[in-house]
């Protein structure tokens, strides 16, 4: 399939061809949430998706940030893509990352550093991520 996330119909159309929409499916939005600009509407596009999947369907997605200890940095690296790459990022705060999955009811730990969901590694406080991540269940 080649099409954009925000081309919502085109994958929900291409997609259908594997997928059979009226059992619960895994929306996958990992690494590339930050990529879609505030124009382009990230949790109407979130919401389509789980408007077109079945009750107990899941999404795992994950969003650069520019808080915690490793923030500055990732502030940095997105400001030198700009302008020289076909997409910039737009990185979020976790409230506006939370707005943007609001389609779906998070499981624990909710949304957390993408480190603090390796169940069977050594947790860590944050430092050196920059990258929340979260899985919700579509009700």
């Known amino acids: 399939m080649q099409a954009k996330l925000q081309d919502v119909d085109t994958v ?10 009226s059992e619960p499916v895994a929306v996958m939005m990992v690494a590339i949430l930050h990529f879609v600009p505030e124009e382009d509407d990230p949790r109407g596009i979130v919401n389509r998706y789980a408007e077109a999947t079945a009750p107990g369907s899941y999404l795992i997605a994950s969003h650069g940030t520019a808080e915690g200890p ?6 940095q690296a997105a400001a030198q893509y700009e ?9 979020r705060t976790k409230e506006e990352f939370a707005a943007i999955v609001a389609a779906y009811e998070l499981v624990e730990p909710g949304i957390d550093w993408t480190k603090s969901w390796r169940p069977d590694g050594a947790l860590t406080s944050g430092e050196e991520v920059a990258i929340y991540a979260a899985v919700g269940r579509k009700d």
């Open 12 to 21: 929900l159309q291409q997609s259908a061809a594997l997928l059979d929409f």
């Open 83 to 91: 302008g020289k790459a076909n997409y910039s990022a737009h990185l």
């Open 70 to 75: 490793a923030g500055e940095r990732v502030g």
